[in-house]
């Protein structure tokens, strides 16, 4: 059984800081990449940041230099650092993993990410 299990999320201020991880139970196999999506209301569900297993990030071109995507040598955990936060960061936050070997990908169930003064 593969849950992916969220944490991290809550309410910051603008210019403040929050972390989300991401941990894997149970065994995937043949991991090529790990990273977070986010959708907020009346939005469709957008890329925030993908690491793979060669290390490779990638970014919005909207958190680019403000988040900062990593991940354990096991492929078991992701975590997204999220610093200079602004209102329009608020969103729900789901974990994606993709595995090459099984030929699917796994969502997170989403934690909630509010940016507000």
């Known amino acids: 059984q593969v849950q992916l299990e969220e944490s991290g999320g809550g309410l910051a201020q603008p210019g403040g800081s929050l972390r989300l991880t991401c941990v894997a139970s149970?065994?995937?196999?043949?991991?090529?990449?790990m990273g977070w999506y986010r959708q907020a209301p009346g939005t469709e569900r957008e890329l925030v940041a993908t690491?793979?297993?060669?290390?490779?990030?990638n970014y919005a071109d909207s958190v680019k230099g403000r988040f900062t995507i990593s991940r354990d040598n096991t492929m078991s955990t992701v975590s997204l650092q999220m610093d200079s936060l602004t209102p329009e960061d608020t969103a729900a936050y789901y974990c994606?993993?993709?595995?090459?070997?099984?030929?699917?990908?796994?969502w997170g169930q989403g934690t909630q990410v509010t940016v507000s003064s």
């Open positions: 994606y993993v993709y595995s090459q070997r099984i030929g699917r990908d796994y």
């Open positions: 149970g065994t995937i196999a043949g991991i090529y990449v």
């Open positions: 690491i793979n297993v060669h290390s490779s990030t």
